[in-house]
Every structure is written in structure tokens, then in C-alpha cells.
């Protein structure tokens, strides 16, 4: 691929079984809760932590008491309670980068249900893995991790 600079964006949605109020606060008050062992990056890691608020971060807790060990994955760019939540993070080359990547979450009533909608733009170093990548993790992410909490 060498240096050039390409775009891998991704859009999904998600039913969800639970009124729009009830997705907000699990994807942003619970978000280790339904966060998959397996998609954190370091074994050292012990929650998946969103501060809810504009400027807040999506980070990875990686314990150390008041030394905050740990990896930021976003930071939130738009914060419109229970609509809409955009982060902008960034993929080192150790995880495919160096890319920016922007997510943008919208949360839509549905009857009694929610629709949620991601999209997804890697703007950097991105290619089709990069794009299949990101489909299959949020895939896991949303599609299972959170929509699963609901369906119980």
C-alpha cells in the first residue's frame, strides 16, 4: 500500500429491542458490560470505560489506581443524549495505521424498539481488509455485545 492515503467507511444498522433512552445509557453507562473480552487490546485491561460528555473518552481501564494505565480509543465529538454520539480516534501502525477514524452513532425510535445506525470512516492508512475489519468488529461490537443485552 506504501504512503499513499486512502478511505475505508462502513455503514450498519442495528434493531434493537429496548426504547432509544435505554441503548443510550447501555452504550455509554455500561459500556463494559457488553464490551467483548476479546476486542481489548491488552491483557491488561480490566473495563471499557465511556465518560459521557462532550469531549469524554471510549477507554480502555487499564488499572493502576491514580496512575490512569490505560488506552483512549475515541473522543467524543457530538454528545446529543439519547440521538446521537461521535468519537474521533486514531489507529496507531501497531492496529493498521496510522488512520483517524470517525464513528458516528444515531439511535432512532423504532414502535417500541431502537434502530441504530453506525457508520464508520478510516481516513489514513485503510484499505479492503481495513474495511471488512471494521464491518466484522462492530459487527461484534454492536451486533452482538450490546444488541445481546437486550435479548435476554
Known sequence: MGDSVSIAHIELEFPIAAAPE???????????KWWPRDFYSDA????MVC?????GRLYEDWGGGGEGRGRTWYTIQTFDPPRVLEMA???YPAYGGPSVTLVRIELQAEGEGTRLKLSDA??????EGTKRSLEEGW??????????????
Open 22 to 32: 435505554r441503548v443510550w445509557d447501555a452504550l455509554v453507562k455500561e459500556t463494559g
Open 89 to 91: 480516534g486514531h489507529l
Open 122 to 127: 478510516v481516513v489514513g492508512r485503510a484499505d
Open 51 to 55: 465518560e459521557p460528555r462532550l469531549g
Open 44 to 47: 491488561r485491561a480490566i473495563n
Open 139 to 152: 459487527r461484534a461490537l454492536v451486533g452482538v455485545g450490546l444488541k445481546e443485552n437486550f435479548e435476554k
